[in-house]
């Protein structure tokens, strides 16, 4: 950092515009504590207008274009986050096993559309899509900041890449010096899908890290499709993980399709419900009178 202030002011400045970070002022945060959260660790917890947040210092391990300019900042900054009530979302499909189909697609589309917003909106590529990455707060899905997404208890690059290789393009894993793409993202997105589908995370029984990294390079293992999973939910989320990155569908197109499937599939339940309610309607029901009698009840045409 440049000794003039006002060289700091505009470093700053440019610092959090490029990377879509909002300041707020310290003062404004009421109600603040100090607690342990199963994410963050050690963070102090508050109210910003009426927003329950927590706010935590950056790691000095995180790993960014940016970061020994973002180290001075922490001197004086904090990094805040809206509180996350459910955790991430590993956490919440390991703790949620048995989650209806409309709930999966929920889930799967609102990520779709944070992704969306970050491609289209913000024009950034996110990097380090995820399941840990993925906040659930009330049911409601929040994609951590790319800048501080690797921010959680522990930030070690290797505990990283061990929890999130089914997750990263393969293209990326046979050549680390390639850069990462809106298109590498749609594959972890994929990978998420099939993750919401399954409860855990892909290739979760594999141990050793380093054959799965050559399986998934030399072989193209994938991982089975879930039973009684839908198969426009099937073909959408495959379409995602095509090897030919150029075939694999934009943001936009996912979250389309997802809005599709959900239409969809409320449309079928829907037609179930109504269905039950005539076959209800038409049973003839035993009732019993004042005397234990067993007798039939019938419809107005019976």
């Known amino acids: 950092m440049k000794n003039n202030p ?27 504590k100090l607690v342990k959260t199963r994410d963050y660790g050690i963070t102090l ?48 499909l390991s703790e949620n096993k048995n989650l209806k189909w409309p709930q999966k697609i929920k889930l799967s ?18 990097r380090n899509l995820n399941t840990k990455t993925i906040m659930i707060n009330n049911d409601k899905v929040q994609i951590l900041n790319p800048v501080f997404s690797e921010l959680n208890v522990d930030n070690s690059s ?6 999130g290789i089914g997750f990263i393009d393969p293209d990326l894993l046979k050549d680390l010096n390639l850069q990462f793409t809106k298109s590498s993202d749609i594959y972890s997105l994929g990978m998420i899908m099939w993750s919401i589908t399954s409860g855990r995370p892909p290739f979760a029984n594999y141990t050793n ?25 099937f073909d959408l989320y495959s379409k995602c993980c095509k090897l ?36 209800q309607d038409t049973t003839i029901a035993v009732a019993q009178n004042d005397n234990n009698v067993p007798v039939k009840v019938l419809n107005e045409n019976g």
């Not at 006002?6 to 945060?29: G, H, P, S």
């Not at 290797?158 to 929890?163: F, I, T, V």
């Not at 997802?258 to 109504?274: A, D, G, P, R, W």
């Open 45 to 92: 917890k508050g109210y910003w207008h009426k927003r329950l947040i927590i706010m935590k210092n950056i790691s000095n391990n995180l790993k960014n274009q940016d970061k020994e300019v973002l180290r001075e900042i922490t001197k004086s900054h904090l990094l805040v986050l809206e509180y996350a009530g459910n955790g991430n979302l590993h956490d919440y």
């Open 6 to 32: 006002n060289a700091e002011d505009i470093e700053f400045t440019k610092i959090l515009q490029n990377n879509n970070i909002n300041t707020i002022n310290y003062l404004e945060v009421k109600d603040l």
């Open 109 to 126: 589309k609102e990520i779709a559309c944070g992704l969306k917003y970050l491609h289209d909106k913000i024009k950034m590529v996110h």
């Open 209 to 233: 890290k380093i054959t799965l990294v050559n399986l998934i390079v030399s072989k193209n293992i994938r991982e089975e499709p879930i039973k009684d999973t839908p198969q426009a939910y």
């Open 244 to 279: 030919n990155s150029n075939k694999r569908p934009s943001a936009q197109d996912v979250y389309t399709q997802l809005c599709q499937l959900e239409k969809t599939l409320q449309e079928s339940l829907n037609i179930e419900v109504e269905q039950t309610a005539v076959v």
């Open 158 to 163: 290797s505990m990283l890449l061990q929890e």
